[in-house]
């Protein structure tokens, strides 16, 4: 099973409402509508050089800039190579096809809205490589915290928010208590609720405090019922043809990272800047007990919630400049 993909799943709901990914055209003129007036609109946007050398495309432009910004992007390559190299495949496109008809003094509409409508392909495109890269570097200094919680003993401090003795705790189950879902969702208990609310005390008031939310499940399947309308929902995991114990795996993931995002939600509703949440779920893959009891399957499914330092704090600037380093997150952590 490729695990892009099913990494992919966990970033559905957050790349469906992200505000790069804008599909919507240039807009027609005012006094005209359909195709004459988008016609029009690609016109509009030649603009001449004043100085008499060759005139520009905005959308072109626009493309270029997206396109150079996203090359920029630290671990793009890593992260966000495949859009990145669709992206300037449609740059190229695009830059072929305004060539032919630049200098052309009646420039034929079809072959305007072609160069424009690859423009548009490549900026979006680019867009999402370094959205991708973002998020990807965010979600690696999760990681990094989550390796270190498992590898250090934590030593007893009481949560009282002063100073940063709290720094790189588990809060969440360790000192607050559980936070827990009614079954195979990721609604909230009204016991898990109070948690969060005592959760959003601690952090919020304390700008030195940032917290990183991790999601984990056991290994057990969920009705077939709703495995079945999972994959349905999801077609790119459908047309891969998973076999059963990869949906499963896919669904489990899925389901820690919608209830990490839960947490992160209901911290934000507290009063807590979202800027000092971050949020990833592990699905099955971080056990801290046995699957083959009722009393292990109970400990894997949790919520930890671990205070790491704020995004203003200068040991939070720290860890952003050692991510946004290539190979950042995976050298620090080494």
């Known amino acids: 099973m490729n695990r892009l993909l099913i990494a992919g799943l966990t970033a559905l709901p957050l790349l469906a409402g992200c505000s790069l990914f804008r599909t919507d055209p240039v807009p027609p003129a005012s006094t005209l509508v359909g195709v004459q007036g988008q016609d029009a609109a690609w016109a509009d946007a030649v603009e001449r050089s004043p100085d008499g050398g060759a005139p520009t495309f905005t959308p072109l432009t626009e ?6 910004a996203a090359r920029e992007q630290p671990q793009v390559e890593t992260h966000g190579g495949e859009p990145l190299a669709q992206a300037e495949t449609a740059l190229s496109e695009a830059e072929s096809g305004w060539n032919e008809i630049a200098d052309v003094r009646r420039r034929d509409p079809d072959a305007l809205a072609a160069v424009a409508n690859a423009a548009h392909r490549a900026q979006r495109l680019a867009e999402i490589a370094r959205f991708t890269a973002v ?3 965010n979600l690696e200094q999760l990681v990094e915290v989550e390796d270190r919680l498992q590898q250090r003993q934590r030593e007893s401090a009481p949560v009282d928010g002063s100073g940063d003795s709290l720094i790189g705790q588990r809060v969440v189950p360790d000192r607050l208590g559980g936070i827990s879902f009614e079954t195979g969702t ?3 208990t009204d016991g898990a609720r109070e948690v969060v609310r005592r959760l959003a005390d601690l952090v919020r008031d304390n700008e030195s405090y940032g917290v990183a939310v991790f999601g984990h499940t056991d290994n057990v399947a969920p009705a077939d019922s709703t495995l079945q309308a999972f994959v349905s929902a999801n077609e790119e995991l459908e047309e891969q043809a998973p076999t059963r114990g990869e949906k499963v795996r896919a669904f489990n993931l ?7 995002r839960a947490v992160a939600r209901a911290l934000v509703d507290n009063g807590v ?6 949020a990833r ?3 099955d893959t971080r056990p801290v007990a046995s699957n083959d009891t009722a009393e292990g399957r109970a400990a894997n499914r949790r919520i930890e919630a671990v205070i790491v330092p704020g995004p203003d704090t200068e040991a939070g600037r720290r860890q952003q400049q050692r991510a946004a380093q290539p190979g950042g997150a ?3 952590g080494s």
């Open 63 to 68: 493309a270029r800039d997206a396109v150079e």
């Open 135 to 137: 998020r990807e570097i």
């Open 186 to 188: 990721a609604r909230m």
């Open 254 to 260: 899925a389901l820690s990272a919608a209830r990490a």
């Open 273 to 278: 800047p979202a800027r000092r949440i971050g």
């Open 281 to 283: 779920g592990f699905g």
């Open 330 to 332: 995976a050298r620090s």
